[in-house]
Every structure is written in structure tokens, then in C-alpha cells.
């Protein structure tokens, strides 16, 4: 007789059969059985439910961006075409950012160029700035347009629509074109123009894979710097510029001298990135389903007025099919008689029916609980999300003020302020500034820039000539009164100055303000009116204000 087998204690297996291992005690998800993980940040665990299967890739920004970037850019303008919240947030940046214009501010480093010659001193930089300001506008604001490679537009446009596609393309590009065959009487005043080029046509030769030199059209060196940019001579959909579509010609960054032709401005996000993303990428998949939701509470809430009102009867659809069966006719005398009775009965109330219904009838009305109750606190949130991504408040979102009070709305204004001049300095030391240094250069070649004896060439000290500023919209008030006196109080203790104040609630020049004010003066002097209070002092009590009263008695 062979040995007693001993009796083994149940135990838990696996699939596979393996021993489930016990888990140890007065372990958690932060104590000793969580320590023995292979994954010492919860950031990088695959095995939760919640991170199993988000398993990016980590690629170079060009590799991120440039294959994919037609989809993204034909996505961004659908919703751009079809999305009144899209069209009305973007509109809103440009109008704040930009506005109609950005007027130029010249402000030559004199105190750099002294080391040329003492004699650039801050009168001539005065001198240079009211010139070179007076030039620029002949310029820019052609009434020809001659500032543009086709002649349609001011500076000032061409930037806002540069600005339209880096927001929502992530591209501005912009050439510049030396025609000094427009240049004379009843044309041209100089031979620098300016095209803004769709970015669709910024792309490699025959769509080739990006290279370690030519990534998405931007051929680079082995430094890093962007050379050249191959631009295709049409766009690639243009089906009546098939054959132009599909030439790309290539354009040097800048030519030997400095002279720059190609002007390209995109958000840099990451170090070694040559193309941008629209501003509002992020957000493109909530906006596209905020669009659906609003379409289908509107056919919810169409299809329920439509089908709105109903009239129900005492028979049943088994009664029915039971009158039908035994043929007893109670359903056709029925039928017979709530015909004859709204025959009989058609009551009238001022030339309209009233309904009147047979004995058993009764009327229904469909409950159209659309929109949703919890639908405008959604669309709310997802306007949110948009304004958070694009760097605006609710309200400029929405257009609904009515949820704010004063600090709260000046709080997220002044915000959003800051948001609205980083992205007007991004675009003019991208865009503006090199455009017009560019300009200037045919200035100082023409020989009419008041210099000093000693001075260098532009080429010389190109940074210092072209250094300037760009005065864009105001940023407005809410209470202007209030407004009004913090910057009167600033600029009283020091803390402020009257170019900034102007420069920042105006958008104007300090300097022509004061010149209008002194024309102002002089045309009050001149009519015999007493001063208002602004001029200085008790409207009507100075001597002069005395003098020009009894002048005016006298007349």
C-alpha cells in the first residue's frame, strides 16, 4: 500500500495557472508594495487603466508638425469659414493686436552710433525720427499702393492679413521685391514692394520627405539658419495653374549686403522648429463638436415645433383592430361621427377657427425640451476652453458682459493685455521691423537722410538706424474716468510717462498729440474764446483769457 497523499490548501492561479501572489500587507498605492513598481513616477506607468493605451511617441518638433500640417491647417480654416465663435475670437485678437494699422515709431540708437561721431546727439535723432516717420508714411500709405507687389493694399493690411494666417495657419510670409521700373512721375516713389504669399506654398519641391536641410520648404544650414525658401509659383489646388503649381522657385533669406527678401513668422514652441500650428489646434477637436452639438439641438428643437401638437381619441389600437375584426362597425359610426360634428361645428372667432373636438377627443402638445437645460452652461465651458487656448477673456469670446463686474472684468482684461502686446512684439520683430529696415535701406541709398559728416553706411550700423517702435490699438477703457485719473496720477508721481500713457490707452504719439493741443490753444486764442480747463488754470479768469474777452467785446 503506497503512502497517504497529504492533503494540499486551495489556492487562486492565474490563467495560465500560475499561484497568484498574495498581496502585501500594509501595502497602498504610495507605501512599500507601491515602491517595488519599476516606474518610480506615476507619469510613466502603462499598466493603470488610465494609462494603458496613451503611449505617445516623443519626436522632433519638425517631425510633429510638418507631415501633418496641410490636415491641421485645412481643418483650422473650415472652422474658421463655419464657426461664427472661431471667426469672431480670431477677429477680435487681430482687431487688439494690430487694428487697422501699426503706425511707425523711429527711434534711431544715437547714443550707440556716438561711437562714429559725437554729433549724433538726441536732436538728431529728433531730426532723423520726423523724416524718416514722414518718409515711411509716403511710402506705406501710397494712395497707389505701390508698397504692394499687386497693388491693392496699405502696409497696415498687408500686416493685419500676414497676421490673419499666422493665427490661424501658423505661418506669416511675406517677400520682398525690388521693381525700380515703377519708380517715377505718377509712379512709384521707390523700387522696395512687399507680397504676403499664402504659407500653402511654402513646401519641399514635388512634396518630397523633409531632409537634415530642407524641412517642409525652409532649406537650413548646418547651423540651423534658415538660406533659402522654396516657394511653389501657384497654389497646389489652383487646377488653372496646374502647370505653375507644380514649379517652385527658390528664394535666398537675404542677399549678400543684408538686403532681406524673405520675411517668416510662426510661435516658436520648441528649439528646432522651421513651420508653426494655428493658435487654435489644440482646441480644434472641442470646437468641432460644439459645432455638431449646436446642430443637432437646432434639428431637435426644429423637429419638436413641427411635430408639436397632436389629437388623441378614446379608442386604442387594439380597439381598433378589434372593430376591424368583428366587423361590428362601432369604429366607422365613430369615425362618422366626429366628421359630422366638425362639419357641423366649424366655430369661428374673429375670421379664425377655433377647434372644437368631439366627445371623447382631446388635444396633446409635444414638450420640446430643447435647447437642453444643461446646454448653454456647456457651450459656456467650451467657449472657455477656446479663450484660455487663444490667450482672450470669456467675454471677448462670447460678447456677454453681463456676468462681470468691474474688477473682475478689468483684472482678466489687463490679462489678457499682455497676452495681446507679446503677440504684437512677436509679429514686428518677425515681420514689421525687418520689412521696414529693409525699407530703409533704399532710403539711406537715395542719399537724402539727414547725417551727420562721419556717419557709416547703413550697412554699417543697420541695427542702430532701424531701431524703432510700433504704436497698435489702445487698450481702451471700462471706466474711463477712473482710467483717466490712475494715468494722471501716474505720470504726477513719476511712475509714468506721457508717451507710455498715450502710447497704451490710445494707441497714439505723445508728440502730435501735444502738437494738436498747441493748435487747439491757438485756435481758441485766435477766435477770442476763454481757455477750457485743460489748457491750465480756471477757464476764463487768466489775464490773457481777460484780454481776449474784451477784444472780442469790443469786436
Not at 507601491?34 to 502603462?46: C, D, G, I, N
Not at 493605451?53 to 491641421?72: G, K, T, Y
Not at 521707390?190 to 512634396?207: A, E
Not at 494655428?278 to 439641438?297: C, D, N, Q, T, W
Request: aromatic share 10%.
Amino acid at each position: 500500500m503506497g503512502a497517504p497523499t497529504q492533503a494540499t490548501a486551495p489556492m487562486l492561479v492565474d490563467t495560465s495557472g500560475r499561484p497568484l501572489r498574495a498581496r502585501m500587507e500594509g501595502s497602498n498605492q504610495y507605501g512599500e508594495g507601491h515602491a517595488r513598481s519599476v516606474f518610480p513616477y506615476e507619469a510613466a506607468r502603462w499598466q493603470s487603466q488610465e494609462m494603458g493605451d496613451w503611449l505617445p511617441w516623443i519626436r522632433s518638433p519638425d517631425s510633429e508638425i510638418n507631415q501633418f500640417r496641410d490636415r491641421m491647417v485645412a481643418r483650422s480654416r473650415d472652422l474658421y469659414r463655419n464657426d461664427g465663435w472661431i471667426v469672431g475670437g480670431i477677429m477680435r485678437i487681430l482687431d487688439n493686436t494690430l487694428g487697422c494699422d501699426l503706425r511707425l515709431h523711429a527711434s534711431p540708437d544715437y547714443r550707440a552710433l556716438q561711437r562714429f561721431d559725437k554729433a549724433f546727439d538726441a536732436v538728431w535723432a529728433d531730426e532723423y525720427r520726423k523724416y524718416i516717420e514722414a518718409r515711411w508714411r509716403t511710402f506705406a500709405y501710397d494712395v497707389l499702393h505701390f508698397n504692394d507687389v499687386s497693388q491693392q493694399q496699405t502696409i497696415g493690411q498687408q500686416f493685419y492679413l500676414a497676421m490673419s494666417h499666422k493665427l490661424i495657419d501658423g505661418d506669416s510670409l511675406m517677400l520682398a521685391y525690388w521693381k525700380p521700373e515703377l519708380v517715377g512721375a505718377g509712379g512709384a516713389s521707390y523700387s522696395t514692394c512687399f507680397q504676403v504669399v499664402d504659407p500653402d506654398r511654402l513646401s519641399n519641391p514635388y512634396q518630397m520627405v523633409d531632409t537634415k536641410h530642407l524641412r517642409n520648404g525652409v532649406e537650413l544650414d548646418d547651423d540651423g539658419i534658415p538660406v533659402a525658401y522654396h516657394i511653389r509659383r501657384a497654389h497646389q489646388n489652383d487646377w488653372y495653374n496646374s502647370v505653375e503649381s507644380m514649379q517652385w522657385e527658390r528664394i535666398e533669406r537675404r542677399d549678400p549686403d543684408g538686403w532681406q527678401r524673405v520675411f517668416h513668422g510662426y510661435e516658436k514652441k520648441r528649439a528646432g522648429q522651421s513651420r508653426g500650428i494655428g493658435i487654435f489646434a489644440p482646441v480644434i477637436s472641442h470646437m468641432k463638436m460644439l459645432a455638431r452639438y449646436y446642430g443637432v439641438e437646432l434639428q431637435a428643437a426644429t423637429l419638436a415645433s413641427v411635430l408639436g401638437t397632436y389629437v388623441t381619441s378614446p379608442y386604442d389600437p387594439a380597439q381598433v383592430q378589434d372593430a376591424i375584426d368583428d366587423g361590428s362597425g362601432d369604429l366607422s359610426r365613430y369615425q362618422s361621427l366626429r366628421g359630422e360634428w366638425h362639419k357641423e361645428r366649424p366655430a369661428l372667432m374673429g375670421g379664425v377657427r377655433v377647434p372644437t373636438l368631439a366627445p371623447g377627443e382631446d388635444i396633446k402638445q409635444v414638450n420640446a425640451a430643447h435647447p437642453h437645460a444643461e446646454f448653454t452652461p456647456f457651450a459656456q465651458e467650451m467657449q472657455g476652453v477656446f479663450a484660455a487656448c487663444t490667450g482672450q477673456t470669456r467675454e471677448q469670446v462670447s460678447m456677454d458682459w453681463s456676468k462681470s463686474n468691474y474688477s473682475n472684468l478689468r483684472g482678466a482684461l489687463a490679462d489678457a493685455f499682455k497676452t495681446v502686446v507679446r503677440r504684437r512684439s512677436e509679429f514686428c520683430t518677425e515681420s514689421s521691423t525687418p520689412m521696414y529696415a529693409t525699407w530703409l535701406h533704399e532710403e539711406f541709398d537715395n542719399g537724402d537722410v539727414p547725417l551727420p559728416r562721419n556717419a557709416p553706411r547703413y550697412i554699417e550700423a543697420r541695427t542702430e538706424y532701424s531701431r524703432c517702435g510700433w504704436l497698435g490699438p489702445g487698450r481702451g477703457f471700462i471706466d474711463k474716468p477712473k482710467e483717466i485719473q490712475g494715468s494722471a496720477m501716474a505720470m504726477d508721481i513719476g511712475m509714468g510717462t506721457l508717451k507710455r500713457e498715450t502710447a497704451e490707452l490710445y494707441g497714439e504719439d505723445w508728440e502730435e498729440q501735444l502738437d494738436q493741443r498747441a493748435i487747439e490753444r491757438q485756435a481758441y486764442a485766435s477766435r477770442g474764446l476763454p481757455y477750457p480747463a485743460w489748457i491750465g488754470g480756471p477757464a476764463g479768469n487768466t489775464d490773457e483769457d481777460k484780454t481776449l474777452a474784451s477784444k472780442t467785446e469790443a469786436k
